[in-house]
């Protein structure tokens, strides 16, 4: 009995053990199935994570701790030019990483340090490389893959392009160091290579100028130039044939290579200029407050495809400031060279000159001179023909002086009329020398008109160490050069003289053989009536210049051939008081004004300006107005024929007694008859 129940006791067990057998293999199908769902899912996570990888914006890749690339993603693939099978198992150094940057940093380290240390160099930025050679920036994030065993086994990189954002901020640091050099105290001699080593950080500036306008010549001029082919640049018109004067003239960037200059018709008129040399030309005007002053250009002859419609942008953009920089750095200097040159003649000015006579007053100077100069009539000049031919004269003795002048001569206008030579290391007989270069200079000056021919007195100073005070010094000059002007007081005033005549002549051709012919009759004349030698200088002096203030006439009306209208008369009437307020001007020809005032007065009070009668009108111009009128009716004039001399006399007798003195008509009579 008992083996039969150990029997079926045993058989129970096996139930059981067959049983929980079962729900073993039950929990064991239950566990597959999880794990092919778990598999399944892990599956298509990974493919949705590899379609994500590939297909993200970023570039993702993984190398190993040697550097080599293990996985690169379609994004990285398009951006970097490479394909799959290109890159796999390349070094990322010397493939999508240069050895050394721009910045000549040596990437091959910074590579070893990421994969060194992952953690630390979670984030870096640096400078990559495409396959077609392109620099670009990018920005990485980087994270370390564990083995099993909880070492590194690859680097997980993830890069975004930061070229535009690197090129943004490289661009602010050159528009800030251009604006900080334009702030700066450096010359635009010294502003321009600046400029262009700034724009080299942007561009490529192998050939490189800045063209700019004198708008006083109307010409284009290049202060900076720096070609392989053309070292050097001529001034043009603005009108010339060149795409440096279109950009100019239109105020618009022009990019233009081989390709362009065939098919663009606007392009053609400038084909021969453009030639076969260059490749690429980019050009933007540099404009500042609406106003075009000038180019700013970049070329090639090796590389046609060396800029692109992204550079006229940034070019343009860079223009503008470089444009502001230059017009301040221009006034500045302007103001620079106003502050020690006078403006009117561009010639140094009193405080320089003083500044520098101090510095110069040394021994090692010695001997150390100084030329005084003043010029004679000036003000003459001023009031008779206007104060810009003042100004005229005063440029033109400018030119005169900086003609003759030395290399180190320190040539300066000290006052309105009076300027001044600091000679350094000049003995006293080489002074001597250069001042009579001066008056032959002077002398032998042919401008015209001939009133801006100078007349000047001259002194002199030689300094070897006696005056130490260079008050003294300028004030020894000063009486040397007075004492000049003193003893040529007569010559200066012949000068003046001849000028007007010269004046009058170029005004009227007549005017100078019939003042020529005056003076005989005038002074036969004035003999006859007893005059003394005083008033016989002055008579010849007034049938000189009696008619001086035609000058002021418009030729419009001393040279119509038909009647004066009334307005025009009255015009030419004027002329009597124009002369008296010149002569009344000029010291030698003061004592001849009121008769130049009244030389048209009539005897019977009916004549011009003052309406005076009678022996009222001064004796001279008595005496003029009847020898003036004799000659002219004999003589062709624009607005008259000429007559006989004894129709001439009979008009003369005629009007004795209305127009003209008796007693003068009568004894002028028996002159000219004789």
Known sequence: MGKVKDSEKTKEQLINELSEFRQQVFELKKLEIKRKKVEKALRESEKKYRELVQNTNSIVLRMDIKGRITFFNKFAQKFFGYTEDEILGKNVVGTIVPEIDSSHSYLRAMIKDIIKDPERYSVNENENIRQNGERVWLAWTNKGVFDKDGHISE????????????????????????????????????????????????????????????????????????????????????????????????????????????????????????????????????????????????????????????????????????????????????????????????????????EELKRLNTPRYYPLSIISIDVNGLKVVNDTFGHDQGDKLLQHLASLLASISRKGDIIARVGGDEFAILLPSTSSQATLDICERIRKVCLEDDIKPAYLRVNLALGYITQEGEYKDIKILLKEADKKMYQDKLFSTKSREKHLLDSFQLVLAERDPHTEDHAQRLQWLALSLGKKVGLSEYQLNNLRLLALLHDIGKIGIPDSILFKTSSLAPSEWKKMKEHSRIGYRMAKQIPYFAPIAQEILHHHEHWDGKGYPDGLKGEKIPLLSRIISIVDAYDVMQSRRPYKGKITKVKALKEIKKYAGTQFDPQLVEIFLKIVKT
């Open 155 to 354: 680097i997980l990189c993830i890069g975004n392009d930061i070229t535009e954002r690197k090129r943004n901020e490289k661009l602010q640091r050159v528009l800030y160091n251009i604006s900080k050099a334009a702030n700066s105290p450096i010359s635009l001699n010294q502003f321009y290579p600046l400029i262009h080593q700034e724009l080299s950080n942007v561009l490529d500036t192998t050939n490189f100028y800045i063209a700019l306008v004198d708008e006083k010549e109307d010409k284009i001029f290049f202060p900076y130039n720096i070609d392989n082919s053309k070292p050097i640049h001529l001034p043009r018109t603005i009108d010339h044939n060149s795409l440096v004067a279109e950009v100019i003239r239109i105020g618009k960037p022009i990019f233009v290579n081989q390709e362009m200059i065939k098919g663009e018709k606007f392009m053609l008129k400038f084909k021969e200029w453009f030639g076969t040399l260059r490749k690429v030309w980019l050009g933007v005007p540099l404009k500042a407050e609406d106003k075009t002053i000038g180019a700013m250009v970049v070329q090639s002859y090796t590389n046609p495809e060396l800029y692109s419609e992204k550079d006229i942008q940034l070019l343009e953009f860079v223009s503008s400031q470089v444009a502001t920089a230059i017009q301040r750095k221009h006034t500045e200097e302007k103001l620079k060279f106003l502050s020690f040159h006078d403006a009117l003649t561009g010639l140094y000015n009193r405080a320089y000159f003083e």
